[in-house]
């Protein structure tokens, strides 16, 4: 199935960039309605927030959907993200405000170009990024090779060990391919986050300082434990609870279809955890059905308890799952 390409410019002026998030304005709005999934959601000032298809970087403003303040992965590599997602894009000057969380003023609105086949359920059409100018027609649907796809934003995250490989379900082999040579030639060379990460190796989660300042891991991951250990106080018993929520993967290693608490590695009582799979290894289910909340929601029982309404949307999630296999 081929991409679109959609021109535009790209924007943080009055927003909140991060190293796989940025606001997007087409030149044709209607080609970027036209994509399959979700309707985009457009601002008054018609940008769209893009999510950077197949990479996740550190966070940089976390807010976990229970409440609960706002928090971090160590800033030293999120902003390193950052600041190579607007390098490569072309905007300079930035000035923020004084929480470094939005952008005052900027030298935005530069030209570029997505590929994109689908927005996901939140409104942000999934995107490869390019900055500059194509001979394909705006509008046009063509079929991305690996050697173009090369010469995106989201490769060259890889490639310099800025950001995890993260794939969803509907990234094609050969694309997926040429982003593993990426992460292990950044793998190889111990560059940036492979020279920290945790992820795999193992760490200690034994405060919320230890994840957020301290140890670099998987994003989604840490998205999870930040969120449980903001409610129980504690990371003892996280697996269980991830258990509970039941988040469908791909197992390429043995390619089976399970769930992601699968791979995290917790003893009872204990507060080392680690992925027992490289995130490369891992195909995420989009679950364009699900409640982005479904996680949170269950944050309110004690472990191993589960309420009426939960357990309703967990059905949903084993049918969903059926359907998914």
Same mark, same amino acid.
């Given at each position: %199935? ?14 909140? $960039? ?35 298809? /197949? ?12 409440? *609960? ?32 969380? !939005? ?5 935005? /609105?530069?030209?570029?170009? +997505? ?7 939140? *409104? ?6 390019? /900055? ?6 705006? *509008? ?50 111990? @560059? ?19 994840? !957020? ?32 929520? @039941? ?23 204990? !507060?080392?955890?680690?992925? !027992? ?5 891992? +195909?995420?289910? $989009? ?11 269950? %944050? ?7 309420? $009426?309404?939960? /357990? ?5 999630? @084993? ?7």
């Amino acid at each position: %199935m081929p991409f679109k390409l959609i021109k535009g410019k790209f924007h943080i002026r009055n927003y909140s $960039p991060d190293g796989d998030s940025i606001r997007f304005e087409p030149d044709n709005a209607a080609f970027v309605q036209a994509l399959s999934g979700s309707r985009p959601r457009f601002n008054s000032r018609n940008h769209v927030q893009l999510r950077i298809e /197949a990479i996740d970087t550190l966070e940089t403003h976390y807010t976990p959907p229970s409440g *609960g303040g706002v928090y971090h992965q160590p800033l030293g590599l999120a902003n390193k993200a950052m600041d190579q997602l607007l390098a490569y894009v072309g905007i300079t000057q930035v000035e923020w405000d004084s929480s470094h969380k !939005t952008v005052l003023a900027a030298n935005d /609105a530069t030209p570029g170009y +997505i590929a994109s086949r689908a927005v996901e359920k939140n *409104g942000r059409p999934v995107a490869f990024v390019f /900055a500059g100018n194509t001979n394909i027609r705006d *509008g046009d649907d063509f079929f991305l090779t690996p050697e173009h796809l090369r010469e995106s934003y989201n490769y060259q995250a890889l490639l310099s060990g800025m950001a995890y490989p993260t794939y969803y379900e509907g990234l094609f082999f050969d694309l997926r391919q040429a982003l593993n040579e990426a992460v292990e030639q950044a793998r190889q060379a111990n @560059r940036e986050l492979h020279a920290v990460d945790g992820t795999n190796s193992g760490f200690n989660a034994d405060s919320l300082v230890s994840i !957020t300042q301290d140890v670099c891991i998987l994003p989604k991951l840490f998205r999870r434990l930040c969120e449980y250990m903001v409610n129980y106080g504690t990371s003892v018993g996280f697996k269980e609870k991830l258990a509970q929520s @039941r988040e469908p993967v791909l197992d390429l290693v043995k390619n089976n279809f399970t769930h992601l608490d699968t791979f995290v590695e917790q003893q009872d009582g204990s !507060t080392e955890i680690r992925l !027992t799979r490289l995130p490369e290894q891992l +195909i995420f289910d $989009p679950m364009p059905t699900r409640p982005v909340n479904t996680f949170s929601a269950l %944050m309110a029982p004690e472990v191993g308890m589960v309420t $009426p309404d939960i /357990a309703a949307n967990l059905l949903l999630e @084993r049918s969903l799952l059926r359907n998914f296999l």
